[in-house]
Each structure stands twice: as C-alpha cells, then as structure tokens.
C-alpha cells in the first residue's frame, strides 16, 4: 500500500494548489520541485512515467510565481502538476507511445488538449508510460516495461493509460490526461482508485492525439476527485480548427449543478451487464452503490441492452481494422525508426519487425484481414452495422432514463503476467467499457469500495451525448455520499 499524498494533512486539489499559490503558502517552482521528489522516489518502482519535462515545468512555475508577485490573476488551473499519457504530442518533449518505432520523436507542436491545460496555468511535469500506441488493457504491453499498479505492487494498473493513472494514484501528479478507445481512461481508473472520464466523441479535441483507432479515440482527465475532473473538462473540452471531428457544441460550466441533489435522476441499470463473468465481489460492491444512489433519491430502473454481448467482438474488428490503415505511416521513410534493407520491402519489414511489439503487430494483422478483398462485408462491415444496433440500445435507454449505471469492469485488477498470455482473456476484460465507446456517448468511472483483499472496485456512469454534466453530477453525489468506501 502507499502513503496518501497530503497537503497539510490534505490532499492536493486543483483549488488547494492555486489557493496556496495566492496566499504565497508556497511557490510554484516549490511545488513543482515537491512533484519532481516525489517522482524521484516512486518512479522506479512504479514506471509510470517514460519522460520528464523539468526545464518546461519551471518555465511554466516561474511564469505563475512572476503573476504572483505582481499581484495579478492566477489562470483557473494555477500551479496544477500534470502528467500527460505518450500518445499526446509534445513540442520538443519525447513522444514514443511506448513504442520503439517512435522512440526518438519529439513532435513540433503540442496536442491541443495539452496547450489548454498550460495556457490555464497546468504545468507539464512529463509523459506517462501506456500501451504500445494505446493497444492494450494492463499496461503490460509497454516497450520499456510494464507499469505497477501503486495499489497493489504485484498488479496491473489497467490499460492503455496505465501510467497515468498511477501517477495520479500514487501522488505523483495532482491530475493527468488519458486517452480512452475502448476503456482506456476508465478501467485504469477503476484499478487504480481513482475518477476517470471518457468524454462524448467530439468533445474534445484530439488534435496531436497519435491515432489508434480515429473513430473511437478520445482525451479525458484522471484525477484525485470529480470536482476536478470538471474543472479539467471545462479547459479542455470545446471545438478546434484543427480537429474536424471536435463538435462546434458549446460547454456548459461543469461546476454549475455540479453540487445539485440528484433526488428524482432516473438511473438505469443494464441486466445484461449483470451475466456470467462478473467476479462476486465486483458484483456486491457495485449493487451497494447502485443502492447508494437510491438513497440519494435516484429512481432505478432495470434495463435490457440486447446487444451487449456482441460488444467486444464489434469493438475488436472495428479498432483493428482502424489501426491497421493508422499504424501504416510507420513504415521506416518519413519518421521514427527505420531498419536498413536490402530492398524498399525489405526495409519496411525489418523496420516494423524490430519496432513493433506483439500485440500491435496482432491487431494490425487482425485488422489488415478484416479489411481484406472478400472478408471486408463478412467482418468489417457486420461490425459496423452491429456498432449501429449498440448505440441504437444506448439511444432507447435514454429515453427512459437520465443515465445508466454498470460495473467498469468484471474484475478488480489481476495479477502482472496473468492474462499476457491469453490475449481472448485480456481483451473480455473491455467488455463493459466498450459499449460506451462505440456508441460514443460520455462515461465515467468513480470509486467504488474494495474487495476483501484491498483491491479498488469502479462504479461506471455513462450519459446521453454531450450530457457530461449530468454523468459529472452523479459521479459527484456518489463521491460526496461515501461511494469509495461502500
């Protein structure tokens, strides 16, 4: 087990840091001095983060201190020590996606999520270790190494923003960006002991996102508590020039109702979420918080989303054959590694060869197959028609109700090396998570009490699209109410 972070016996929050940097209780080059000791010490151990940006972080505080001391206003995110996942492009910092096709790529511009976060004050302490190119539900499919669960050191953090999420869990960071393609911010999340968000398709921009599957992907925040969940998502959230796919829809201020009594919410639970394959004690935590919120005043009703079990196969033809056409570009000629050969063919084969690890080279080989001439309808396109009929439940769900509750996984977090060899056993781990993704409605995953043996549990609150408002609500008299320790 860790020690808590504290703050005076506190925990850091987005407001107690800029709080204290108002006060000048501390400075920001203090702080950030503070988050880069703590990662001294922990990160060995952990390997949550593959690169720090010390230089761009106390640019970043010596910018905030010099506001301080002239007595101007601090930005909403003052002082704010973040870690961002290595799929996010950087300007001048490593980007590698846990890749050794990538591992010298320092891109020339920032992600737009991340120049959000900095122009509202975050500093950038460095990139956090993930799966390969995001591919991946355990974090153990890193080029240079797995990262530990900070909870459970013998454990897998949850995949593919693993590294992440144990920075933030382990107070190595006060918040961190993700990404989510299948259930990549939420399960790590729920892993970890943590609040992590999956924000509507569109909601965020993913420009400077290093694209896995481009239909699927999206940014979204872990953090130590939901208030600041909203505070991130109400930085990073909105339209981009740069992104066709971010949706010109304006962004309400999370914090306004954020604090309201959900008395009279209709929630829904899903039967089908509730099969074989749900560990019991996942079981009797989440349906201790699905009672929870009754007691809050929330009106429960019981759903069927018939197309559930079909969800994972979807996920897996549709992500694959999207990151087959995507992980194309690493051929060995315009970036990254590249592998002499005696031929063009032969330089592209060594190349991809020496710098893609097995599970990327599984998907892409899965992907290229169900795009192929003669498989294309049978696979490909059946998926996608099937994708229609899932979000087609979510959309009928939500006429009934204001939001659906479910498990965020089936399992609390296993075991480094359990699953590695079992990719089928891996892969079903995503099978609650999923569902949102295609649909691409919003998503989120709270605390939700622990196993007998110490392990995190996670409760998932997805919302109709654009409706993270009302899933951040939730999630916050959920947490307000004692939801981490039913």
């Not at 979204?220 to 971010?246: F, H, K, Q, Y």
């Not at 639970?269 to 699905?290: H, M, N, Q």
């Not at 992980?327 to 002499?340: E, F």
């Amino acid at each position: 087990m860790i020690a808590t972070p504290t703050n005076n016996g506190r925990e850091w929050t987005i407001d107690s840091v800029r709080e204290a940097l108002a006060a000048k209780r501390i400075s920001a080059r203090e702080l950030t001095a503070e988050f880069c000791q703590r990662i001294e010490r922990r990160n060995r151990e952990l390997s949550a983060y593959l690169a720090l940006s010390p230089e761009r972080a106390y640019r970043q505080a010596d910018y905030l201190d010099g506001l301080v001391a002239r007595g101007e206003d601090l930005p909403g995110l003052a002082g704010l020590p973040l870690a961002v996942k290595d799929v996010l492009s950087t300007r001048g910092i490593v980007t590698t996606c846990a890749s050794r096709i990538l591992e010298n790529y320092r891109p020339p511009f920032d992600a737009t999520a991340v120049e959000r976060l900095e122009r509202a004050g975050a500093i950038l302490l460095g990139k956090t270790n993930c799966d390969e190119f995001a591919m991946g539900g355990s974090n153990e499919n890193s080029a240079y190494g797995p990262v530990r669960n900070p909870v459970a050191m013998d454990r897998v953090p949850g995949g593919s923003s693993g590294g992440s999420a144990a920075a933030v869990a382990a107070g190595m960071a006060v918040a961190a960006l993700g990404t989510d393609t299948g259930g990549s911010v939420r399960q790590p999340g729920s892993f970890c002991g943590i609040p992590a968000m999956m924000p509507t398709y569109g909601r965020v921009s993913r420009y400077g996102l290093i694209a896995f599957a481009s239909s699927l992907d999206r940014v979204g925040p872990l953090a130590r508590n939901v208030r600041d969940l909203a505070l991130i998502m109400g930085t990073i959230a909105g339209g981009d020039p740069m992104d066709s796919t971010a949706a010109a829809v304006p962004v309400p201020d999370y914090l306004h109702g954020l604090d309201a009594p959900v008395k009279g919410l209709r929630i829904g639970v899903p039967t089908d979420y509730f099969a074989e394959g749900l560990d019991s004690a996942v079981r009797e935590k989440i349906e201790t918080g699905i009672s929870l919120l009754e007691q809050l005043g929330c009106l429960r009703t019981d759903l069927r989303m018939p197309h559930t079990e079909y969800a994972v196969a979807t996920y897996y033809l549709i992500a694959t054959a999207e990151a087959s056409s995507n992980l194309a570009r690493y051929d060995g000629v315009r970036y990254g590694m590249r592998v002499p050969g005696g031929t063009l063919i032969e330089m592209y084969r060594k190349t991809r060869g020496a710098g893609f690890g097995a599970e990327v080279k599984r998907r892409i080989m899965l992907g290229t197959y169900a795009l192929s001439a003669g498989y294309y309808d049978a696979y490909y396109l059946k998926a996608q028609r099937v994708r229609a009929l899932i979000a087609h439940d979510f959309a009928e769900a939500f006429e009934q109700v204001d939001a659906i509750v479910t498990p965020t996984s089936p399992v609390p977090a296993f075991l480094l090396g359990e699953r590695t060899s079992d990719p089928l056993a891996m892969y079903l781990a995503d099978i609650y998570t999923v569902t949102g993704s295609l649909a691409g409605v919003p998503g989120i995953s709270v605390p939700c009490g622990k196993t007998r043996e110490g392990l995190p549990v996670g409760l998932q609150i997805f919302g109709q699209p654009f409706g993270e408002a009302r899933v951040l609500q939730l999630a916050q008299a959920f947490e307000k109410a004692g939801g981490a320790q039913v």
